[in-house]
């Protein structure tokens, strides 16, 4: 596998070794062994799957100390645009983010540390997204920020007019009035 450094340290974006021959392909979608190797020590304790469809944007969430999680997130059909949110008090890229588009066709995972919000937008007309968290869900330990901050600057790639977000996704706070949990070390 190849580990990409993005614009915040610790966020990495993850391309396998891919072997095609005519049967079709084969690759290693985790090794705990390289995985610590190339980005460091996470104990993955429950693996989790989504399916949505075109425009549903989820997020952007996080759990709260003690439960806090890092995600190893990828997209195995379909095409989302994921984003990951620095919001550790103190960061020098708090505020800022990291986007990738994972698709079914790149097999491209995305490795979001602790500390950050997380989010994505569904590009296709389904897909069907994998996410490997270090914490079990603890539900009173659920946080989030609004997926819809202008101030983040992200461009989601989804007119707002067809834009589908759950209920609870509608009411997170927007960065300027969020007291985060997290502290940059």
């Known amino acids: 596998m190849e580990v990409i450094k993005t614009d915040i340290e610790g966020v990495v974006i993850i391309e396998p ?11 290693e979608s985790f090794s705990q062994r390289e995985f610590e190797e190339k980005v460091g020590h996470v104990e993955f304790v429950q693996d989790n ?8 944007m989820r997020g952007l969430h ?12 990828r997209c195995v059909r379909g095409k989302v645009l994921d984003v990951a949110v620095d919001i550790r008090k103190g960061s020098p890229t708090y505020g800022k983010h990291v986007a990738v588009e994972l698709t079914e066709d790149n097999h491209r995972q995305f490795f979001i540390p602790k500390g950050f919000a997380h989010g994505f937008a569904v590009l ?4 069907v997204f994998q996410y490997k968290c270090d914490e079990f869900y603890h539900p009173e330990a659920d ?12 461009d989601w790639r989804i007119p707002t007019e067809h834009a589908i977000l ?7 706070p927007l960065l300027k009035d969020f007291d985060s949990p997290f502290i940059y070390k």
């Open 62 to 73: 996080f759990q709260r100390p003690p439960y806090t999680q890092a995600k190893l997130v």
């Open 166 to 172: 759950s209920e609870k996704d509608t009411k997170h």
């Open 143 to 154: 946080g989030g920020i609004s997926i819809l901050d202008d101030s983040l600057g992200i």
């Open 17 to 27: 070794r891919i072997f095609k021959d005519a049967r079709g392909y084969f690759f």
């Open 124 to 127: 296709s007309e389904t897909a």
């Open 49 to 56: 799957e989504s399916m949505s469809s075109y425009g549903v």
